[in-house]
């Protein structure tokens, strides 16, 4: 009988998951390997279920590397929580005579990868394949994750849209983008696509921020785009902003409830950011008494499990070819478990715990650097109020003008936001 890798997928989908199954699964046939598809993540093997597998062939996933979604599914099923679990998919994995893993996935997959890893001893060997269309993970080399380039792609395509049917109808669009941890997806989109403005949580500095603090820089935007003679925007807004506002601020707005995913995430999905901020926006100028339309938008699901783009095809054939080759200990021999990734264009074996953070356990977040030449460029090209703005006493008076405000009311209410 044949030595059997196995390959499970977790987390949320990211363009090119197909690809990596693909090449994966090319590999370990060609080298005397059989292969099998494990459905959902490890949701059936912690419950000790054997029977949601598929034979992988050739001829299952010749083509498959330039299609979106995951043939095998996935799942944020979370074995790590209870060590029994943990125990069950190992045990289960042996009763399928797994005798090499590959698990593609974020952080949390990685975690679980890990868990796994250390309790099957040295009966199993683990590969894992980190993605994410977030981008958030430190990969040598500055590497993207894989899906990143093809999410950006998409998005920015769908903002442009949203920006021209802006200019068209004279009206602004808050569009929240997917990214939990770091605005690398929101401000790529933005930039890409020339957005009025673009808000990551980054920007604000601290863990925690109030509603009233994210309104009074889009509020300023706004006000900014109509001293200068436009009434029409698009702002891009990180989803991950959601993650640092106060949870009981949150849970006190009428119809927003507040929930956690099995990895102890707020569900990001479930909170309606950008209606929550349009409604403000609203409200704000509607105390003036203006009327101001906004539509919200909500990207992410649309990108997910978008056609890979070249790069990430390239990309993820290279990762999946490399995972084989690591199991088999013809990459970084002696090792027994790793990340698989490219660094200067060498695949590369990186320790789990290069990725993990000591101190919460989790991995490692790749934030965007507000130091960067990348942040600066686009916040250069973007509507903002600044402090030039303020020290120029006709771009001042402009601005109170278009807030119906004194000068100094309006030095009073904004200046933070200069800051």
Known sequence: MAERLAILVGGGPAPGINSVINAATIEAINNGLEVIGIYDGFEHLMRGRTDMIRPLGIADVSRIHTEGGSILRTSRANPTKNKEDVEKVVEALKKLHVKYLVTIGGDDTASSASAVSKAAGDSIRVAHVPKTIDNDLPLPGGMPT??????????????????????TTNRWYFVVVMGRKAGHLALGIGKAASATITIIAEEFR??????????????????????????????????????IMDENELASIPGVIVEK????????????????????????????????????????????????????????????YGAV??????????????????????????????????????????????????????????????????????????????????PQQFLEKFSKVAD
Request: hydrophobic residues 40%; glycine residues 8%; contains cysteine.
């Open 146 to 167: 894989f899906g990143y380039e093809t999410a950006r792609h998409v998005g920015a395509e769908l903002v442009y849209n949203l920006l021209q049917d802006s200019r």
């Open 206 to 243: 601290k863990d925690k921020v109030s509603l009233a603090e994210v309104c009074d820089v889009l509020e300023a935007a706004i006000i900014k785009r109509r001293a200068l003679g436009r009434n029409d925007g698009l702002a891009v807004i990180a989803e991950g902003i959601g993650e």
């Open 325 to 406: 080759q690591f199991l088999l200990g013809k990459i970084a021999p002696g090792m027994k478990d790793g990340m698989v990734c490219v660094d200067q264009g060498k695949i590369t074996i990186l320790p789990f715990e290069e990725f993990t953070d000591p101190k919460t356990g989790r991995s490692k977040v790749r934030l965007v650097d507000l130091n960067s030449e990348h942040y600066k460029v686009a916040k250069s090209y973007m509507i903002r109020l600044n402090k030039k703005d303020l020290e120029d006493p006709t771009m001042l008076a402009k601005l109170a003008n278009a807030a119906k405000m004194t």
């Open 261 to 320: 995913d099995p990895h102890g995430h707020i569900r990001l999905g479930e909170i309606p950011l950008a209606t929550i901020l349009k409604r403000e926006i609203q409200r704000r100028f509607a105390e003036r008494g203006e009327k101001m339309t906004i539509v919200d938008v909500t990207l992410g699901y649309e990108l997910r499990c978008a056609r890979p783009v070249p790069f990430d095809i390239d990309y993820t054939r290279t990762l999946g």
